[in-house]
């Protein structure tokens, strides 16, 4: 208790010290993450296996945070290490440059400090980006990196601040593409205000739209020759629950598109409300520029949604689809606090926040934790319980064999992200990722999960011949791990089969 008290003294005196609890949180999360299973969630598998190549596009998702993904593991080599490192990294600079963003805005540290607890308390930053986030993540720093450039260029104009507006429109654009919608939100959320619309017609914003673009060219290309490969996905998900009706379907998505409005939003607001009382009630009528401009950026944003739902006719509109724009939250309720003069009439607000957030932040940690420990008593698994990993390395071990095989080909992705760790140093391949080069010469290993029987899968088979390996003397074996912490008393059950693609199959 005393501890409680001496750090709420702490932010009291000095609201920037939030930075350090949000640090040691990132930390600690990546240090849980590495702890608790060595199983793989399906973003992560995906990040590992696509991993081994450098391409201008990827699927259906901008490559930016494969490209952060791809340098991390080439530097420390493939491991839930590397993609905790990543994924925390980004969300602790998204907390940074939001607060930096918001120190453009106002003097008071407290503002700065409250902001930044705000991200913590949204649910798409502690809850589905620690659960199994990746793009998501590269576009809630994208985001905050932006909102820090471009307020900065509204405030204390000079080329560097419009070529760094430049570079983070870029970047936000190839994390996901959902996030164009912000910068055009930004330039119309700043028309009505004169002073403010001298900046857009300052002929630095040349500079911006220059570099932005030469960022984006190189995807930009790869899409136009690609183009149903990067939109189809998105577009199926977003009308998976299409019934065919035009009108029902489509006001299906706008119901969505509220329901995760608000239930994206709701902690936000309600640990406000606990920190800062009625100071935030009373600042619901008072504007100030700053609160005109971030408000009109947030219900464009929603209404830009809302219109290409409608477009697409898109029945599913998640709250991860939506975190880019609720990130604007945290800075617009702050600056109505301020304005109503919150921060000077509650110093306590701060640390009257912090422990609310972090109690989300790291309860959420502990819950996942738990979850994995608890599992075998309520006989239920998470995706990253499953022992992919184990299960290689334990086909590996058994093989006799002193190196690794010259290639594995996965019958899942989460069997192929499992491979990168047991065997780094082979060419892992996946029939469903035409991107990937062709596999090697030499020894390889073909691991599938083993459904209704363990004979080699067509679309496994179909593969390999293609690839010139011989598959009429594939011998497949079954192989059955346990859990994680039961004890040997839940298992998986997989298959696998050496196979070999001979010199003369290149010819």
Known sequence: MQ????????LIAKPARVLWLIAAYYLVAILVRVLRADGLQSDEAEQLFQSQFLLWGY????????????????????????????KNGLLFLTCLFYGLAARHLSERKELSAAAMLGVLALPTVTILAQRDLSHAVATLFAVSFFLYAFFGALTRPNLWRYVLTGVAIGIGAISKYNFVVLPIAALLAILPEAELRRRLFDRRLIATIVVAGLICLPHALWVLGNFQTATAGTVNAMRDD??????????SGILDLGSAAVTGS??????MLIAFGRSLIDGWNIETVWTRVTGRMFLICLAAIGLIAVGMGATTISQKWLSPFLLILPLYLCLKIEAAGGFARRVDGVARLAPLSSALAFGFLLYLTTGNLLSPVINRYSKDSLPSVTFVRQVLAESGRQNEPDFIVAGSAALGGAARIAAPEAAVRLSSFAQANGIPEGMGLVV?????????PAPLAAYLQDQGVDTRDVSPKAMDVPYAYSRGRKTEAFSYAWVSRPQAAQD
């Open 448 to 456: 599938w999960p083993t459904d209704d029987g363990m004979a080699l």
């Open 3 to 10: 501890a409680m008290r001496r750090i709420r003294d702490a």
């Open 59 to 86: 699927g259906r998702q901008p490559p930016f945070y494969n490209w952060l993904q791809y340098g991390v593991i080439h530097l420390i080599g493939p491991s839930i290490f590397a993609l905790s490192l990543v």
């Open 266 to 271: 709701l902690v936000l607001v309600a640990f």
């Open 242 to 251: 299409a019934t065919g009706n035009v009108l029902l379907d489509r006001l």
